[in-house]
Structures are given as structure tokens and as C-alpha cells.
């Protein structure tokens, strides 16, 4: 027993909350407290009084950080170095920011051809699917929705002004391949492409 636990009960007198959360401990194990000899009752209010003092600083420690792992100050509920370690490490592992969830964009113009396709002329449905799966192609079908940026439809736009023409060679069938940066393999019906991303085709 060390000086400190020999003060034990001096400074944790029967009214105190370490001396009654001790002597409930006691109570449990079907023993009363004046059954207990005068030196383990130093040995268990000072272990008490311990545990009491590290559940405030793990309290202290929570307001800032809810996180991080805790590692007591006191070495009597000290673990291992190994485990803190290791724990440290797997909230590492936690993305730091929620990823995004909702519809795809894939999903939602599949949705939006399904539900236009009985009311539109057979040609204009041709040419509507043709028109959205440009842009599916240009964000990717798995790309959520909601995480289509402003800076993503005017990329779009840009790149449909780059389109080639049906004359030229080698277009491809992806949006990136029908593309051209020569001027003079563009299609020159802009007018028409500003017109139809205007009335929300694109």
C-alpha cells in the first residue's frame, strides 16, 4: 500500500462520490463495507478515486477529439501500445467525407427515356436517346447525380461545340472520339446545337 493509498480515506470520507461508488462496488459483491479491512478499503477507494480522476480527463479529451483513440494517463487502465495502435489506425481508414448517394446518371435517363418514350414520335425518341446518351457517356452512367457540378455541364456543352462533322473520317462512337479540335471538321450547324441545349435537350 503506498502513502497515497494510506490517505485514501482521509481525503474520500463516507460522504464523498468516490467513497460511495466504492462501497456500492462492495455492496455488489454481497460483503459490506465494514466487513472489508481497513487496508483493502485504502487499496479500493483509491482505486476508485483513480478511475473517477481518468473519467474526467477521458470526458476533457471527447469534447475535442470524438474520434481518436484514448490512451489513459494513469498506468492502472494502461493497454497495450500494440492495441492503441492499431485502433489508431483503423480510423484512419474512415473516409473523412460522406460519399455521395442518390440516383445515378445512368439510372436516371433510362428512367427519363422509359417515361417520354410513349408520348414521343418513334424518330424523336431515336434522336432524344442518341442526344442524352451523349451526356451519360460524358459524366458516366455510375456518376450520382447530385454530384454534377455546374463546371461538368459546361465541359458538356464546350465539348458538343467540338463535334465532327459526318463527312470527316475515324468518328468514333464515344463523345470524347467525336471530337475534333481542326474548325474546319466541325459540324456547322452550331446554331442548331445551341438551339437544342437551349429547349434542354442536352
Known amino acids: 500500500m503506498t502513502q497515497g493509498q494510506g490517505d485514501a480515506l482521509h481525503f474520500y470520507p463516507p460522504d464523498h462520490p468516490v467513497s460511495g461508488a466504492a462501497r456500492a462496488l462492495i455492496i455488489k459483491g454481497g ?3 465494514d466487513d472489508v479491512s481497513p487496508g483493502s478499503q485504502q487499496d479500493i477507494l483509491s482505486g476508485v478515486g483513480q478511475a473517477f480522476a481518468e473519467a474526467e480527463r477521458l470526458f476533457l479529451f471527447r469534447l475535442t477529439d470524438a474520434l481518436t483513440p484514448y490512451e489513459p494517463l494513469d498506468q492502472l487502465f494502461a493497454i497495450e501500445k500494440s492495441h492503441v495502435a492499431e485502433a489508431k489506425k483503423a480510423t484512419k481508414t474512415i473516409d473523412p467525407e460522406p460519399k455521395s448517394v442518390g440516383p445515378t446518371v445512368g439510372s436516371v435517363a ?7 418514350k410513349p408520348s414521343w414520335a418513334p424518330k424523336t425518341f431515336k434522336s432524344r436517346e442518341v ?3 451523349y451526356l451519360v457517356d460524358f459524366l458516366g ?3 450520382i447525380l447530385s454530384s454534377v457540378t455546374a ?3 459546361r465541359a458538356f456543352s464546350e465539348g458538343l461545340l467540338k463535334f465532327r462533322n ?5 468518328v468514333g462512337k464515344c463523345f470524347l472520339e467525336k471530337q475534333t479540335d481542326n474548325v474546319a471538321h466541325r459540324i456547322s450547324d452550331t446554331g442548331s446545337l445551341e438551339s437544342q441545349k437551349r429547349q434542354g435537350y442536352f
Do not use: P
Not at 110 to 116: G, Q, S, V
Not at 166 to 170: D, V
Open 131 to 133: 442526344r442524352i446518351g
Open 166 to 170: 459526318r463527312n470527316t473520317s475515324h
Open 110 to 116: 433510362e428512367h427519363y427515356l422509359k417515361a417520354h
Open 141 to 143: 452512367a455510375k456518376k
Open 31 to 33: 460483503i459490506t463495507w
Open 151 to 153: 463546371a461538368d455541364v
